[in-house]
Structures are given as structure tokens and as C-alpha cells.
């Protein structure tokens, strides 16, 4: 699971894509992040490592190569709710 800064710079790329056909350079990534280019480093190593994207050249943003652009559904257990049949739920309070 990502933490918020990780799925929002998740989004700001794959949306800058979508729209511009090109990823963005490091001035762009900070003015739509507020964010430094340290911070920016560090997340999108992590978001590397996670697989979300693939970035040879780690000095050039421009490189980055999108795998997913949202963040994966982790399978979750269904829990069962209680039936309840009579009208017992209604007349107890």
C-alpha cells in the first residue's frame, strides 16, 4: 500500500503523461508537488522498488518508464454481516 505522497506522485506522473505525451522534468515535478527534487528522489526510488515504474537514468525525471499508474488492490478477506431475519434489530431500541 502507498503511502500519500508516493499515490499522488503516482498520479501526478501517469496524468502529466496522459495529457502531455512526455514525463516531467524535475522543475515541473516540484511545482506540481511542492516538493524538493531530494524528496522527489527518495519517493520515486520507492516507487521504483515497488514496481510502479522504471527509471534508468535517475538524474533525468524525463526517462521514467510508467508500469501502473494507480495503485494496486490488495485481496481482502470478505467478512460475512449477520442476517437478521425477525424484527428484533428494530424493536430493541
Given at each position: ?12 506522473l501517469f ?79
Amino acid at each position: 500500500m502507498l503511502d500519500d505522497f508516493e499515490r499522488k506522485l503516482l498520479r501526478v506522473l501517469f496524468n502529466f503523461f496522459a495529457r502531455h505525451r512526455r514525463m516531467p522534468s524535475w522543475r515541473e515535478l516540484s511545482a506540481m508537488t511542492y516538493r524538493s527534487a531530494d524528496e522527489l528522489v527518495h519517493t520515486l526510488k520507492a516507487l521504483e522498488n515497488r514496481q510502479y515504474i522504471d527509471w534508468n537514468n535517475k538524474n533525468d525525471p524525463s526517462t521514467i518508464i510508467m508500469i501502473q499508474g494507480w495503485e494496486r488492490r490488495e485481496k481482502r478477506p470478505r467478512t460475512t454481516t449477520a442476517q437478521v431475519t425477525d424484527s428484533s434489530y428494530w424493536t430493541q431500541y
